[in-house]
């Protein structure tokens, strides 16, 4: 396969479901935005580009633009910072995520790739299904009781007429 174009990369990190800001290293301002960032925030890449942390991110003390800015700079200064950030989307919806910021040596500049995403809702998806397979567990074993506790026999079959199941 022959090497990857710049135009390949650029459409690889368009499609990216991880959200991707770009800071410029030296004054943290949003440079670009891949869609899925745009998406997430409820803003355009246009929108996002003049925006500062308290536009953008949780009201709590511990997402004011002093700590946004120190962990853009240690990943700057060091090449690399992790952390949790609530971010607030256009609507006002907060959205808690993990974001890990990247120092990249661009050919025109230094700049911060942040690459985050919505721990928020992969909780509630991972809660909602550890409650959905409570509810089956439960169903089938008052479904295996009732089952013991007849005297008539059950069959289930495919749609091709063969047996799947067959109680005692």
């Known amino acids: 396969m022959p090497e990857l174009t ?3 990369y650029e459409r690889l990190v368009r499609s990216l479901r991880y959200c991707v800001l770009v800071h410029d ?48 700079q240690d990943a700057a200064d ?13 609507s006002g919806r907060v959205i808690l995520t993990e974001a890990i910021a990247i120092r990249v040596e661009l050919s025109a500049r230094p700049v911060v790739m942040v690459q985050f995403r919505d721990i928020e809702h992969e909780a509630l ?13 439960r169903t089938e074993a008052r479904l295996a009781a009732f089952l013991r506790s007849m005297s008539e026999g059950i069959l289930v079959l495919d749609d091709d007429g063969l047996i799947t199941y067959a109680s005692e």
Do not use: C
């Open 125 to 137: 998806m991972r809660s909602n299904l550890v409650r959905t397979e409570a509810d089956l567990t």
């Open 78 to 90: 060091n090449g690399v910072a992790v952390t949790e950030w609530a971010y607030r989307a256009k």
């Open 25 to 72: 290293a030296v004054t943290k301002d949003i440079l670009w935005a891949n869609p899925a960032a745009a998406e997430l925030l409820e803003f355009s890449v246009e929108e996002l580009r003049p925006l500062k942390a308290p536009d953008m991110s949780a009201r709590e003390r511990r997402y004011r633009r002093s700590v946004g800015r120190q962990w853009l």
């Open 6 to 8: 710049a135009s390949d």
